[in-house]
């Protein structure tokens, strides 16, 4: 094709793009854009989550004029569900009394044994527990279920913001935060009962895995005999039997963080049994209180959204219950936002860019000048086992066994986690589901998972600026193009490359061939490290955290820069308003990382985000790259110009 979806218009040439391609393709958008209130930031995924958004309204709305006798009672749940959220009438008059029963049940806890198993109770219906469990995949035999157990327990973002300097203010905050929300129950000390519940979180924390250790799933791969499970914690034993309902479906499971788990076991025996009911008061208080009254909503916002994020104003209402729908029944708003919004024609041309991004990763694997011929053999093995899934799941969760009462808004929260709790623990001793979607499709986002070795393309992103079937292919492969390579470069990163093409943890490589990678990933962390994002200047990128996305957008846009020729077949890809097809590809690439981020936000991503800032997602990335030092004749006097001898090519 040759029309290009490119405004040359909305180029900002004030700003190079040999110095800054990011602000020379945004520069005009980034001065006239503001973020608007109700959000941390904005940009082009939040512009296609906005659509989302709307057309998942829309979907509720329609089913919200149905009724349970009718012929689409799924589609009433929709809609009782969100009119529930929607009835701040009676939300204000009810006041905390949704949860009063769960309180008094904690306040009627006796012993650490009781605690335990409220606390179990509550994790199955969505409230934060001792531990997180969740079913997976056993990443040593990836034909079965498995049973895993993360760690869990903590209301701040991530461990270290219980011990770094910079986050005193934040530690302040939260106290200020759970001693609020102990006040609207009337607690008789609510300042007290914070202090003590952090001083808890605190011992938790000191126990809890790092960000960049949780990356390593050789550290988080540990498989336990349930038998054995009281050598790690005698109270797990009975958390797991009422977790899991029979606690033999498998005679294994994966214990994530051991230390964690024994940890917590240690502060079970010697924490105050006071303190641990009002932790799980906390816990309550905190999933709670978006379904409560004003005065919770308010308290929560203050601290997670306000001082967190940034966010000066709390959502409207219809787009929180958009997102309690979602979260309840996704897939049955998915069924129908794919009816509505995702020709059959999109999954063709999908498929069609699959197959050449797989094309090139298989020409570009062949000629590694680092890798020796068996572990090359084993790669190219790995990516011929390759699984794509594009647009929907072929069969839908089915959504008739949940239960959706009208004006039981809490109730109904807790029902749905349940629901998708037991759905869960019925995979248990079942074959492996291969159809299985971990986003819905009007999610806007992409996943590689390592364990079934599949790349997933969800409907929702399958639009403009990432994939426009009129466009020319140049933008296509830019954006869209990009993303697929990314996710397969998954299958490739210091992370992925540790599962075999069956999906198995197993190690492939030859110790030669892992340390040359090795070497080349380092760079790449000692590049990133280096970067400060601009709305945070004097903070930097945590390379090691980040470090799988960034071989992710490396390799993902270096390999679709090489599909992108072979697309056009030999043939010399026109010029387009002035641009080439090189220059619009990395134009396009630009475009997609199109972003304002308030500083808060920014700060909290480069604490628990994996993902680089999107600015260095599109500079730093194409500064390794020949292809845009020649798309844009990049010299050594200009600002993106890495020495050849400085740029790092993986795959």
């Given at each position: 094709m040759t029309i290009s979806t490119l405004d040359p218009d909305h180029l900002d040439r004030t700003v190079r793009p040999q110095d800054d391609l990011f602000r020379h393709?945004?520069?005009?958008?980034?001065?006239?854009t503001v973020i608007p209130d109700d959000r941390p930031l904005t940009g082009s995924f939040t512009a296609l989550r906005d659509a989302s958004e709307l057309a998942v309204r829309t979907i509720i709305e329609d089913a919200a004029g149905a009724d349970e006798g009718?012929?689409?009672?799924?589609?009433?749940k929709l809609g009782v569900l969100y009119a529930d959220f929607m009835d701040t009438d009676r939300i204000e008059a009810e006041g905390a009394a949704p949860i009063v029963p769960l309180l008094e049940r904690i306040a009627a806890i006796r012993t650490v044994e009781e605690l335990v198993d409220l606390s179990a109770g509550l994790t199955r219906s969505g409230v934060q527990g001792l531990v997180a469990p969740y079913v997976s995949n056993d990443a040593g035999n990836p034909e079965?279920?498995?049973l895993h157990l993360y760690q869990s327990g903590l209301g701040l973002p991530d461990e270290s913001y219980y011990r770094e300097e910079g986050f005193a203010e934040t530690r302040d905050r939260y106290r200020d935060l759970l001693a609020a929300l102990f006040g609207l129950v009337a607690t008789d000390d609510p300042v007290g009962a914070a202090d003590r519940v952090f001083a808890l979180e605190t011992r938790l924390a000191a126990w809890s895995m790092g960000s960049v250790e949780?990356?390593?799933?050789?550290?988080?791969?540990?498989?336990?005999?349930?038998?054995d499970v009281a050598g790690f914690s005698g109270h797990l034993v009975p958390w797991l039997r009422i977790v899991t309902d029979e606690p033999h479906q498998s005679a294994e499971l994966v214990v994530n963080q051991p230390d964690f788990v024994r940890g917590l076991d240690a502060a079970l025996a010697a924490e105050d049994l006071g303190t641990w009911r009002e932790w799980l008061v906390s816990r309550v208080l905190l999933h709670a209180s978006d379904f409560l009254d004003e005065r919770f909503v308010d308290a929560a916002f203050a601290f997670y959204g306000t001082h967190l994020a940034g966010t000066p104003r709390l959502k409207d209402r219809w787009k929180r219950g958009v997102a309690l729908v979602e979260g309840a029944m996704g897939e049955a708003i998915g069924q129908r936002y794919v009816e509505r919004h995702f020709p059959a024609t999109h999954k063709a041309a999908m498929l069609e860019l699959v197959g050449n991004l797989i094309a090139a990763y298989e020409s570009s694997i062949t000629g590694l000048t680092w890798m020796t011929d068996a572990t090359r053999a084993r790669a190219l093995e790995k990516l011929a086992q390759f699984t794509t899934k594009i647009?929907?799941?072929?069969?839908?969760?089915?959504?008739?066994?949940?239960?959706?009462?009208?004006?039981?808004?809490?109730?109904?929260?807790?029902?749905?986690?349940?629901?998708?709790h037991r759905r869960q623990l019925d995979k248990l001793g079942q074959p492996i589901d291969r159809g299985a979607w971990l986003m819905t499709p009007q999610?806007?986002?992409a996943y590689y998972m390592p364990t079934m070795?599949?790349?997933?393309?969800?409907?929702?992103?399958?639009?403009?600026?990432?994939?426009d079937i009129e466009a020319d292919d140049a933008v296509n492969y830019g954006a869209i193009g990009a993303v697929i390579g990314h996710e397969i470069g998954h299958g490739f990163d210091d992370k992925g490359s540790q599962f075999d093409g069956t999906g198995r943890l197993h190690n492939w490589w030859s110790e030669d061939d892992r340390t040359a990678f090795d070497a080349l990933t380092g760079r790449l962390v000692a590049q990133y490290a280096a970067l400060e994002p601009s709305e945070v200047p004097g903070r930097t990128v945590n390379g090691e955290l980040t470090l799988s996305e960034n071989i992710g957008d490396l390799g993902g846009l270096g390999i679709s820069y090489r599909a992108y020729l072979l697309s056009l077949g030999g043939a010399e890809a026109p010029v387009i308003d002035g641009l080439t097809g090189a220059q619009r590809f990395f134009l396009s690439w630009a475009t997609c990382w199109q972003q304002k981020i308030r500083p808060e936000e920014a700060t909290r991503r480069l604490t628990v985000d994996p993902h680089s800032p999107n600015e260095f997602r599109c500079n730093q990335v194409v500064r390794n790259l020949d292809e845009f030092h020649e798309a844009f004749g990049v010299g050594v006097q200009d600002g993106l110009w890495l020495t050849p001898e400085e740029r790092v090519r993986i795959w």
């Open positions: 393709a945004n520069g005009v958008w980034l001065r006239e009718s012929a689409d009672p799924v589609g009433a079965r279920y498995l949780r990356r390593d799933p050789q550290k988080t791969y540990n498989l336990v005999q349930h038998d647009g929907y799941p072929d069969k839908w969760i089915d959504y008739g066994p949940l239960e959706v009462l009208p004006s039981d808004l809490y109730g109904n929260a807790l029902r749905a986690a349940e629901f998708e999610t806007v986002n070795n599949e790349i997933v393309f969800p409907a929702a992103i399958l639009q403009p600026p990432f994939f």
